[in-house]
């Protein structure tokens, strides 16, 4: 049961599966199973009642093997060591996966955003950036938003590392304000990359897009810009979630209607056209395409046999534990792993991070357009292994990812 609980667990276990069918060197499988350099951090932060309070902050590298250190960094009360181990881990596959040249990082505060107000937000964000100094830096690690953080919270982070360096570095985080050079398309681009890797997996398994079904469990970004982009595309959006709930219409729901009720009511549920359902209800519709974007809610081996979705496309990072997979597999369904189906995120980082050193800026169409050929072209070559080796996508992507890692470590040797 511990896979079902501890994130770490989880990534360790994913790794050794893959090790074992590739026949990994044991020397670069231990080096693997264990991160580059873990930072904790504690540090004060000014109240806005002029009371001073500890918070305690992390930043995991995983693997520099193939770049420098790319991962988001999320505010959550409930983060927790492991749990940042885990997806710094999960950021170096995603990263080889779809072949751009980065390792794995994540970075986190503990701390509670929903009940913190502006003022006190920028100045823990600016003293957490201080104290990560030693790691920044455009050629070392570069951060970008996730989970309660987002443009601005990275442009505080640009602008306190250069304040410290004297000059403007805009380089040094993704997923900052246009204003500050950031990149188009960033925003959609983990949603829009959903999307592109289901297109392709129902080409391969022959469902027709024309009145497919669809059930979202999340309606944070990545949930909302996938919903709203296979709205588009003519899908039939039966089921959008939240952390509270969820809404359900057999005959399709009305997206923009729905994310217009979401912004004035903080949540789907009550919405006037659907009815009112739970999250576990969710994860059990009939449909073509389940995508899991929520942080809450796993596919576990105790809920996996009620999934009768035909394709299972990971927005959220982890949304599926080992024995669910295992249960999916065994019951032909087919899953898109989050390594691979939510890589346009940072896809979409590397652009804005190489327009930010280049300070040469692409279009709208030319970014979703570069983002459409890596997407494809890496849906195709983790599918190509899947029926090569016979295995499920998840392995499929493992097999590729560590491999790539497994390969930049080989030739780089081991200094002295």
């Known amino acids: 049961m511990a896979d079902e609980r501890n994130p770490w667990e989880v990534a360790l276990s994913q790794l050794d599966k893959v090790a074992e069918r590739i026949g990994l060197e044991e020397e670069i499988h ?53 749990e940042v181990k885990a ?47 030693i790691l920044l830096g455009p050629e070392k690690d570069i951060p970008a938003p996730d989970v309660y953080t987002d443009a601005q919270t990275m442009a505080w982070i640009m602008d306190t590392y250069s304040m410290n360096v004297g000059y ?49 469990q999340g309606f944070g970004n990545v949930g909302r810009t996938v919903a709203m982009l296979l709205y588009r595309e003519g899908f039939r959006v039966i089921g959008i979630s939240d952390s509270q709930g969820g809404t359900y219409n057999p005959k399709g729901l009305d997206v923009p209607a729905l994310t217009e009720h979401k912004r004035e009511a903080g949540t789907v549920v009550g919405f006037p056209g659907g009815e009112d359902i739970t999250n576990e209800e969710l994860l059990a519709l009939q449909c073509d395409v389940l995508l899991p974007a929520a942080l809450d809610h796993p596919t576990t081996g105790e809920n996996a046999d009620k999934v009768r979705a035909k394709i299972v496309a990971e ?25 691979l189906a939510n890589a346009g995120g940072v896809t979409v980082s590397y652009f804005e991070w190489v327009q930010s050193l280049q300070e040469f800026f692409w279009s709208e169409e030319e970014v979703n357009s570069r983002l459409r050929d890596i997407m494809v072209r890496s849906f195709h070559e983790v599918y190509e292994v899947h029926m090569r080796e016979k295995v499920d996508m998840r392995l499929a992507a493992y097999i590729l990812a560590v491999g790539r890692v497994a390969e930049a470590f080989h030739t780089r040797g081991l200094y002295p």
């Open 87 to 133: 997806l710094a881990m999960w950021m170096t596959w995603k990263c080889a996966v779809v072949n751009i040249p980065f390792g794995g990082a994540k970075g986190a505060v503990v701390c509670n955003p929903k009940e913190m107000s502006r003022g006190e937000l920028e100045r823990l964000t600016r003293r957490y950036t201080t104290e990560l100094m």
């Open 30 to 82: 231990e080096r693997l199973r264990h991160p580059r350099r873990t930072l904790i951090v504690t540090f004060p932060v000014r109240m806005d009642d002029g009371r001073m309070r500890i918070f305690t902050g992390y930043r995991v590298h995983h693997s520099l093997d193939r770049g420098p250190a790319k991962g988001g960094i999320r505010y959550h009360p409930n983060v927790t060591l492991d």
């Open 315 to 339: 927005g959220a990072n982890g949304p599926t534990t080992p024995e669910a997979d295992s249960i999916l597999y065994d019951r032909g369904v087919f899953v898109i792993p989050d390594i």
């Open 168 to 216: 403007s570095v805009p380089s040094v985080v993704t997923g900052k304000p246009l204003s500050v050079g950031g990149s188009r398309g960033r925003e959609e681009a983990t949603g829009r990359g959903v999307v592109l890797t289901t297109l392709e997996a129902m080409k391969e398994l022959g469902i027709p897009k024309d009145g497919a079904t669809v059930a979202v």
